[in-house]
């Protein structure tokens, strides 16, 4: 088994990371719509401070323009996300 360095372990240190979206309030659950290369989250956290939302933003090759706050004010926490196919 290979043995990995300190380094490798360390985020900061890391070259395959790429951040697209910093400082969000809490993103709890993930979704990505491959076929229209959107991404979708949502945030726990109080209403006040962007949380209990569900968010979506077009995926490009700077990060994730255009990101838009699609829903808030949603009843308790929000933790599961799912993109269903059209039938």
């Not at 490798?8 to 290369?37: C, F, G, K, S």
């Not at 956290?45 to 994730?64: K, Q, R, V, Y």
């Amino acid at each position: 088994m290979p043995v990995c360095s300190q380094e490798e372990y360390d985020a900061a240190a890391r070259t395959d990371i790429v951040i697209v979206l910093d400082n969000l309030p809490e993103p709890i659950d993930l979704e990505i719509d491959h076929a229209n290369q959107m991404m979708y989250w949502t945030n726990r956290d109080l209403d006040s401070a962007g949380g209990n939302s569900l968010n979506g933003a077009c995926i490009g090759t700077d990060g994730l323009p255009n990101h838009e706050v699609l829903a808030t004010g949603l009843q308790d926490e929000m933790v599961w996300l799912r993109i269903l196919p059209v039938l």
